[in-house]
């Protein structure tokens, strides 16, 4: 038998996402995985969240209302106490705009750039599990 993670010891992930559908589908897949999930609708919202509580990993879609994904992952990075919180862009597109846009998540920090119709929630929690372990 598995010991559960008390609260405090499970894997913080902020999902950055404004499409309901996909925050209920994210939300309740990663609570069987026991991550403590929190979720950001906007850019703004996002940013927020880093500062009020530790975040272990974020996962942040680039088409938000307000502030993109980029400028969210920029004010991420430049802020001495976010800077070093694994980011992985989310986006719908699957489209040669991808290849640029994942060239500028890279080189603006994120760790993984991924189209969400690619994965499903189970590949999307071991993808998790894999950059919290290194």
């Known amino acids: 038998m598995t010991k559960q993670r008390t609260r405090d010891e499970r894997k913080t992930?902020?999902?950055v996402e404004d499409e309901p559908l996909l925050i209920d589908?994210?939300?309740?897949r990663f609570a069987e995985e026991d991550f403590n999930v929190r979720t950001a609708e906007t850019g703004e919202e996002a940013l927020l969240a880093c500062s009020?509580?530790?975040?272990?990993?974020i996962l942040l879609d680039i088409l938000l209302p307000g502030m993109n994904g980029f400028e969210v992952l920029r004010r991420l990075k430049?802020?001495?106490d976010t800077r070093d919180i694994p980011v992985i862009v989310l986006?719908?597109?699957g489209s040669e705009q991808s290849d640029k846009d994942k060239q500028l998540a890279i080189s603006l920090g994120a760790?993984?750039?991924?189209?969400?119709?690619?994965?499903?929630?189970d590949e999307m929690v071991e993808i998790i599990h894999r950059q919290l372990a290194s």
Do not use: W
């Open 13 to 15: 992930v902020l999902l």
């Open 25 to 28: 589908l994210y939300e309740e």
């Open 52 to 57: 009020r509580n530790p975040i272990d990993l």
């Open 78 to 80: 430049a802020n001495v």
């Open 91 to 93: 986006t719908n597109l």
């Open 111 to 121: 760790v993984d750039y991924l189209v969400k119709s690619y994965h499903t929630p």
